[in-house]
DNA sequence: AAATATTTGTCCGTATGTATT
DNA sequence: TAATACATACGGACAAATATT
């Protein structure tokens, strides 16, 4: 019996699937029992019980639920993706050492010039020439992240080849005479997606997106890489140990 | 020029409100300079050129724009507050040290039971009667966030009037025999809001939600405090030095 | 085994909101 | 401003699968 507001440009059965989904992540509707019917879903929503069909028909297309006639709706999966984050963060490594299979992607690389952000933090002039590094990392065979990483050439040409032929960055910084390198900050929004990074990630319009940026540093404090990151804010969540 | 999907559930025009803010907030569209106009943006989204118009429309209503007729779209604020998370974060702090003015303002207080969770963070027994004090912070007279803090009745029987009293935890501890803490960790998700944190936050149906849980412990490693922080996604960026 | 209730799935129609032309 | 197409939301009726008595 909670208000949606009709004039907010979501569609009520939108806000009602992403409440289900809060219910489910929260543990209000635990996953071995079936969900409540769609009447009551309904009455306690203060809708038709079409709208509810709908926002369950979304949440079945994501993966969360299943619905199965004369029995019930039932939920699939509900945990999230824990990404530790901390000085020594490494995505492709928190992917492989967790209960999932993890994977990276190469998605393209190229040149381009420092805009004034990431020259400031790779201590480079604005207009310099940065070597850019897409990858996509995939868990269970879904779309977890898209990151965009962004190095100096003068210091780090070639690195693209060594990224895609090792699938890590970590390695390939290695390669390159960068035994070890930390985090130096990181910052984190999040906002609506993209539309290139909704596609990438496999998510519907409006969908939401956790981004990080940040800069990692070698051994001697001098920047190496800066790095931005797109979540699945459905799919993970973030853990910070101090 | 790029695709904006009908079949989502979230109407083109705030699809496109979203996108636009994102502009702004990336610095594309500088401050400065006034937004191009109704039909380059028109073109550049691949809509027409009434729904850019409800898009602005809804940005001028949120007070992210200013429409000047005969003259243009100016950017009205855009700089997200910065919020430090790390070991040693306390919110109020980190807004008193801040360019703005903040505030704490104080909700409420009751005697819970620990479900699973916090009885886990906070190790007492599931059920065990906890402390619970709702906070809202503002700056430059927005709320900014909105928090849940949990506390064992057994040890901070009263906290809530110090809370009431002093208007900070840091200050309200210390009266309690807790010289310092700091964070043991903290977990990020984002997601969309419950209608009820909207409301505190000024927010409307469909907004984000950046969500930090986190526990701090006394200086012998003892949990403390379990607190459930939900920040409005769009006036903020969380940021962990390492 | 049979009848009944419950639950999801499908079909009809109507009204309103959204987006384009 | 008006005409048009599509998406959203509601209401009702019934079918199909399952559970219960």
Redesign the pocket.
Known sequence: MQE?D??S?V?????IADEIRRLVANGTFPAAN???????L?SRF??????V??A??AL?QEGLLR???????FVEKSDRLRFPIGRRTRFSEALAGGPVSGQTRYLAAGIEAADERKAQALDVDPGAPLVRIDLLYMADGLPVSVAGNWFAQERFDGIAGKVRASGSVTVALREMGVPDYHRAWTVLTAGHGENVDLDLLQLAAGAIVLTAEAVNVDEAGRPIQFVRTRFAADRVELRLES
């Open positions: 949606m009709r004039r440009g569609a009520m059965w939108r806000q079936a969900l409540p019917g769609e009447i009551a309904a203060g809708v038709n019980r079409h709208t069909r709908s369950i028909a079945v619905a199965e006639r004369g029995r019930g709706t």
